[in-house]
C-alpha cells in the first residue's frame, strides 16, 4: 500500500544554490512517514503499547533539484518486515509528474519504552506491520 503526502516547497527550504537543502528531505520524509502512521491509525496502536519507532538507518538517494513553488509527492510503502527491524520505502516526487527527486529506504526497530531496548517482531506488532505489505 503508498500512501502519498503533498509537500510545498517554501522558501526556508531552499539553501544558497536556490533548491531544496539536502537535510530538508530528511524533514519532508519524515513528515509522510508521521502522516502515514496517522491515517492508518498506528501512531495510537503504538501509544497503547508503550512501543516507539526508532530509526536505525537512513539509505537516501538524491536524483535531482527540487525549487520554491515545487509540490512534492512523497510515497510512502513498508518493503520489508524482518524479525528485529522493518524498512520503509519513500520516493519524492515532483507532483504531477515522473521527476524522481530523492529516494530512501528508512530502516526502524521497535523500542519497549519502558526498557529502552529494541522488541522482537512477532506476534500482533509483526501482524500490525505485515498488514501494511499485505495491502
Known amino acids: 500500500m503508498t ?3 503533498l509537500i510545498k516547497v517554501r522558501g526556508y527550504h531552499l539553501d544558497v544554490y536556490q533548491h531544496v537543502n539536502n ?4 524533514e ?3 513528515e509522510a512517514r ?3 502512521l496517522e491515517d ?8 497503547e503499547q508503550k512501543l516507539a519507532w526508532v530509526i536505525v538507518n537512513i539509505n537516501i538517494n538524491y536524483r535531482d533539484a527540487a525549487t520554491m513553488g515545487h509540490t512534492l509527492e512523497v510515497q510512502t510503502r513498508f518493503s520489508k518486515i524482518g524479525s528485529k527491524s522493518a524498512v520503509i520505502h519513500q520516493a519524492i516526487y515532483i507532483a504531477g509528474t515522473d521527476k524522481l527527486v530523492a529516494d530512501a529506504d ?9 526498557t529502552g531496548k529494541a522488541v522482537p517482531i512477532v ?3 509483526k501482524s500490525r506491520l505485515e498488514h501494511h505489505i499485505a495491502n
Open 3 to 5: 500512501h502519498k503526502t
Open 34 to 36: 508521521w502522516s502515514y
Open 23 to 26: 537535510a530538508r528531505y530528511l
Open 40 to 47: 492508518h491509525g498506528d501512531v495510537a496502536w503504538f501509544a
Open 123 to 125: 506476534g500482533e506488532l
Open 28 to 30: 519532508f520524509l519524515e
Open 106 to 114: 528508512i530502516t526502524f526497530v521497535c523500542l519497549d519504552q519502558k
